[in-house]
T-cell receptor, first 115, second 113 residues
Framework: EPEVTQTPSHQVTQMGQEVILRCVPI?????FYWYRQILGQKVEFLVS????????KSEIFDDQFSVERPDGSNFTLKIRSTKLEDSAMYFC?????????????FGPGTRLTVT | GENVEQHPSTLSVQEGDSAVIKCTYS??????FPWYKQELGKRPQLIID?????GEKKDQRIAVTLNKTAKHFSLHITETQPEDSAVYFC????????????FGAGTRLAVHP
């Protein structure tokens, strides 16, 4: 069964550094999402991406964040200048193009630790 | 915007008992309600979902009910087993838009042998 994959599984970075988190969505999916989960808290929506552009973003997704689909398979989340409070698990998710189905499939996550 | 409230935050049951987790949502335009199970350090996994045109859905030991009038939905797990122990998240999705998931705060379920 196809799965969403993410790399790296764990990223440690210093405050102020740039990080890029990578995701490979399920191949026939057209809607892509990033969520984050601070330790012990709920999963929070960051951004949705469709047709090569951001379709919706949350208040968390400020100018320090950007997303890109550089080729036909990868979907990346970049944080330009990391802050301590960016430490969290970041999940990528994807969804089929079907209008009827809302099912989102999550990747295994990247644990980002900012020191 | 949409808000999803979930309770209880923790639930402890004996193996074989039933467990019920309840969620309420704020936006009547929400039309899709998935439930995810998350084991420690793992990704959220969809376990069951329900759409607003259905009042109840069952899959083996798991069932979800939806009351559109009251804007609440519940997860029911019967004959609980230790492997059911995890954090369960409900979510709501607004109709239209790009289907972002708005999650509840989660319920930590512990099933004791």
């Amino acid at each position: 069964e196809p799965e969403v994959t993410q790399t790296p599984s764990h990223q440690v970075t210093q405050m102020g550094q740039e990080v890029i988190l990578r995701c490979v969505p399920i191949s026939n999916h057209l809607y892509f999402y990033w969520y984050r989960q601070i330790l012990g808290q709920k999963v929070e929506f960051l951004v949705s991406f469709y047709n090569n552009e951001i379709s919706e973003k949350s208040e968390i997704f400020d100018d320090q964040f950007s997303v890109e689909r550089p080729d036909g398979s990868n979907f990346t989340l970049k944080i330009r200048s990391t802050k301590l409070e960016d430490s969290a698990m970041y999940f990528c998710a994807s969804r089929t193009s079907s209008v009827v189905s809302g099912v989102q499939y999550f990747g295994p996550g990247t644990r980002l630790t900012v020191t | 915007g949409e808000n999803v409230e979930q309770h209880p935050s923790t639930l402890s049951v004996q193996e074989g008992d039933s467990a019920v987790i309840k969620c309420t949502y704020s936006d009547s335009a929400s039309n899709y309600f998935p439930w995810y199970k998350q084991e420690l350090g793992k990704r959220p996994q969809l376990i069951i979902d329900i759409r607003s045109n259905v009042g109840e859905k069952k899959d083996q030991r798991i069932a979800v009910t939806l009351n559109k009038t009251a804007k609440h939905f519940s997860l029911h797990i019967t004959e609980t087993q230790p492997e059911d122990s995890a954090v369960y998240f409900c979510a709501g999705v607004l109709s239209g838009g790009y289907n972002k998931l708005i999650f509840g705060a989660g319920t930590r379920l512990a099933v004791h042998p």
